[in-house]
């Protein structure tokens, strides 16, 4: 059975930083991409950022660009978002989403971030 376990979401204070995780199990985790998407209170899910399976290309929403960093360790079958420079903006559950060409994606149950004073 497959699972996505995020971790790291709390308050923190506009400007922090915060470092997310998401461990995966029951699948083979260097053949997907992971990625990770938000959503905010009264908004529609978005995109936040992927990494390719070997870690080699990321990409990441014009709004986190400069500000977050996605990475991987797949002898650790975790992804990972490093936040900074965090605005109340950046308040919402966020989501680890596993995804390969062909197959269903996977999605975790999320972690919320809180960024105020």
């Known amino acids: 059975q497959v699972q996505l376990v995020e971790s790291g979401g709390g308050l923190v204070q506009p400007g922090g930083s915060l470092r997310l995780g998401c461990a995966a199990s029951?699948?083979?985790?260097?053949?997907?991409?992971m990625s990770w998407y938000r959503q905010a209170p009264g908004k529609e899910r978005e995109f936040v950022a992927y990494?390719?399976?070997?870690?080699?290309?990321?990409n990441y929403a014009d709004s986190v660009k400069g500000r977050f960093t996605i990475s991987r360790d797949n002898a650790k079958n975790t992804v990972y978002l490093q936040m900074n420079s965090l605005k109340p903006e950046d308040t919402a559950v966020y989501y680890c989403?596993?995804?390969?060409?062909?197959?269903?994606?996977?999605w975790g149950v999320g972690t919320l971030v809180t960024v105020s004073s």
């Open positions: 990494i390719t399976s070997t870690g080699a290309n990321t």
């Open positions: 029951g699948f083979t985790f260097s053949n997907y991409r």
């Open positions: 989403k596993a995804g390969r060409a062909s197959y269903a994606d996977y």
